[in-house]
């Protein structure tokens, strides 16, 4: 059997589509030409999605030589670089995985959990009474400094300043085309891509004399994440190169600031939106105050509803819509087959929206995650298989603790009520407006009463 159907349009209002309303189009896919479509893109590739528990399962475990994500990623290179993980295939991914994983996973979360509170508390003071203001911009505010703190161990100085004032440059989305169309297209004199490629160069030099001084003065003792990446060894014994070590704190950047700000943003609406819920968060919340007003953080592992709220964010707002697979070797899925070269794309937006898989799929429900197991097939905002999001791990603490702080500091309401709006913003699904909100009171700092005999 051939491909599976999918729409007729030019290849040019695919792309178009694509760019500029992909939920609705993905939604518009699936009722006219059931699980799994095809959409054309022309050069840019044929994508066939599926949204299946059971068919994302055969994309996410099959032989990841014959379904190859590095390869679907490689657009990205100039962005991340060609080392990677996540352009990387086969023995050289498994490599870099194996050395990332340890510093990002594990007892190490709960070091890092007070930058985490720390920016947070600082952001929230910066916050405006009264006059609206987008979260997102906050979010991004935070999390870049616990980039710069537990990713790149820095404190305040000339380095921390001369990388921050770089990184929010480079930081401004580059060229939507960028992330579907060959460089090759769009490198020309005075276009946007350039400009992107000197904000890139500015950083690498920033960051290149980061490892040059970080060498010189040696990790011994050190806790950050970059110094844990350098003091590694793979099986052979040897460490990442210098390029090696530039690709993966680009791709940490790039992958861990704008999608935790998105996601963060994306919570906060939802809550908003959702009074009751919002309601729950707060009894759960009183709990876990420390002395401070703030989040207890040796309270975070109990706070299982604070857990949920993330999840389900998370399920009705993915920052991704898709994750996509080079196909290698001849595959068939559903009964389609899909010739080499073509692209297997798990559905992240859709499969979450499966009423098949969720209850009342549209309403923001946490409690659908309290003590639930979860299907890894049907919840897959980090992606899944052995390619699933190295940084899973440190981006759910970090929204809990992002989330709990801040919601323990501040009381807003949305500047307009109603659904917020989803917007593309480069690869992300961003709230339109980045969660526009007004700051009604500032929270002040309570003591839990002492409990008496």
């Given at each position: 059997?051939?491909?599976?159907?999918?729409s007729r349009l030019p290849a040019a209002a695919q792309i178009a589509q694509f760019t500029f309303r992909p939920l609705a189009y993905f939604d518009e896919c699936l009722a006219r030409y059931g699980d799994p479509f095809m959409v054309d893109?022309?050069?840019?590739?044929?994508?066939?999605?599926?949204?299946?528990?059971?068919?994302?399962?055969?994309?996410?475990?099959?032989?990841?030589?014959?379904?190859?994500?590095?390869?679907?990623?490689?657009?990205?290179?100039?962005?991340?670089?060609?080392?990677?993980?996540?352009?990387?295939?086969?023995?050289?991914?498994?490599?870099?995985?194996?050395?990332?994983?340890?510093?990002?996973?594990?007892?190490?979360?709960?070091?890092?959990?007070?930058?985490?509170?720390?920016?947070?508390?600082?952001?929230?003071?910066?916050?405006?009474?009264?006059?609206?203001?987008?979260?997102?911009?906050?979010?991004?505010?935070?999390?870049?400094?616990?980039?710069?703190?537990?990713?790149?161990?820095?404190?305040?100085?000339?380095?921390?300043?001369?990388?921050?004032?770089?990184?929010?440059?480079?930081?401004?989305?580059?060229?939507?085309?960028?992330?579907?169309?060959?460089?090759?297209?769009?490198?020309?004199?005075?276009?946007?891509?350039?400009?992107?490629?000197?904000?890139?160069?500015?950083?690498?030099?920033?960051?290149?004399?980061?490892?040059?001084?970080?060498?010189?003065?040696?990790?011994?003792?050190?806790?950050?994440?970059?110094?844990?990446?350098?003091?590694?060894?793979?099986?052979?014994?040897?460490?990442?190169?210098?390029?090696?070590?530039?690709?993966?704190?680009?791709t940490m950047l790039v992958a861990g600031h704008e999608t935790s700000a998105t996601a963060l943003s994306w919570t906060v609406a939802c809550l908003l939106e959702n009074p009751e819920v919002a309601a729950k968060l707060d009894a759960e919340l009183d709990?876990?105050?420390?002395?401070?007003?703030?989040?207890?953080?040796?309270?975070?592992?109990?706070?299982?509803?604070?857990?949920?709220?993330?999840?389900?964010?998370?399920?009705?707002?993915?920052?991704?819509?898709?994750?996509?697979?080079?196909?290698?070797?001849?595959?068939?899925?559903?009964?389609?087959?899909?010739?080499?070269?073509?692209?297997?794309?798990?559905?992240?937006?859709?499969?979450?929206?499966?009423?098949?898989?969720?209850?009342?799929?549209?309403?923001?429900?946490?409690?659908?995650?309290?003590?639930?197991?979860?299907?890894?097939?049907?919840?897959?905002?980090?992606?899944?298989?052995?390619?699933?999001?190295?940084?899973?791990?440190?981006?759910?603490?970090?929204?809990?603790?992002?989330?709990?702080?801040?919601?323990?500091?501040?009381?807003?309401?949305?500047?307009?009520?109603?659904?917020?709006?989803?917007?593309?913003?480069?690869?992300?699904?961003?709230?339109?407006?980045?969660?526009?909100?007004?700051?009604?009171?500032?929270?002040?700092?309570?003591?839990?009463?002492?409990?008496?005999?």
């Amino acid at each position: 059997m051939s491909l599976p159907p999918g729409s007729r349009l030019p290849a040019a209002a695919q792309i178009a589509q694509f760019t500029f309303r992909p939920l609705a189009y993905f939604d518009e896919c699936l009722a006219r030409y059931g699980d799994p479509f095809m959409v054309d893109m022309g050069p840019v590739g044929t994508y066939v999605g599926v949204v299946a528990p059971e068919l994302i399962k055969q994309v996410f475990t099959a032989d990841p030589d014959a379904l190859r994500a590095g390869e679907a990623n490689e657009i990205l290179e100039p962005m991340v670089g060609r080392n990677s993980v996540l352009l990387l295939d086969g023995p050289r991914h498994i490599r870099q995985r194996r050395l990332l994983l340890p510093p990002l996973h594990g007892e190490r979360m709960q070091t890092y959990s007070r930058i985490m509170a720390d920016a947070t508390r600082a952001s929230v003071a910066r916050m405006p009474s009264g006059a609206p203001f987008a979260v997102h911009t906050h979010m991004q505010e935070i999390t870049l400094r616990v980039i710069l703190r537990a990713v790149f161990g820095l404190d305040e100085g000339e380095t921390m300043g001369a990388l921050e004032a770089r990184l929010i440059e480079f930081l401004k989305p580059p060229p939507a085309a960028m992330t579907f169309v060959p460089v090759r297209y769009l490198d020309f004199p005075l276009s946007p891509y350039r400009t992107f490629v000197r904000r890139r160069d500015a950083v690498d030099r920033v960051l290149r004399e980061l490892l040059r001084d970080r060498r010189a003065r040696g990790t011994d003792g050190r806790t950050d994440i970059l110094s844990l990446l350098m003091s590694a060894r793979d099986e052979e014994g040897q460490p990442m190169t210098d390029d090696e070590l530039r690709d993966e704190l680009v791709t940490m950047l790039v992958a861990g600031h704008e999608t935790s700000a998105t996601a963060l943003s994306w919570t906060v609406a939802c809550l908003l939106e959702n009074p009751e819920v919002a309601a729950k968060l707060d009894a759960e919340l009183d709990g876990a105050r420390g002395d401070g007003g703030g989040l207890d953080l040796g309270a975070l592992p109990r706070l299982e509803y604070l857990d949920a709220v993330v999840k389900e964010s998370l399920r009705l707002r993915p920052i991704l819509p898709d994750v996509v697979r080079r196909v290698r070797a001849p595959t068939r899925v559903a009964g389609y087959d899909v010739p080499v070269g073509a692209n297997l794309m798990p559905c992240i937006y859709l499969a979450h929206q499966r009423e098949e898989s969720w209850a009342e799929p549209r309403r923001f429900r946490p409690e659908r995650f309290v003590g639930a197991k979860i299907d890894p097939y049907a919840w897959l905002p980090f992606g899944g298989g052995v390619r699933r999001c190295v940084g899973m791990a440190f981006a759910l603490h970090e929204m809990k603790v992002v989330l709990a702080e801040m919601w323990l500091r501040a009381r807003l309401r949305l500047e307009t009520p109603g659904p917020v709006k989803t917007v593309r913003r480069t690869i992300t699904m961003a709230p339109s407006g980045g969660t526009r909100v007004v700051l009604t009171e500032r929270r002040r700092p309570t003591r839990r009463p002492e409990a008496t005999a």
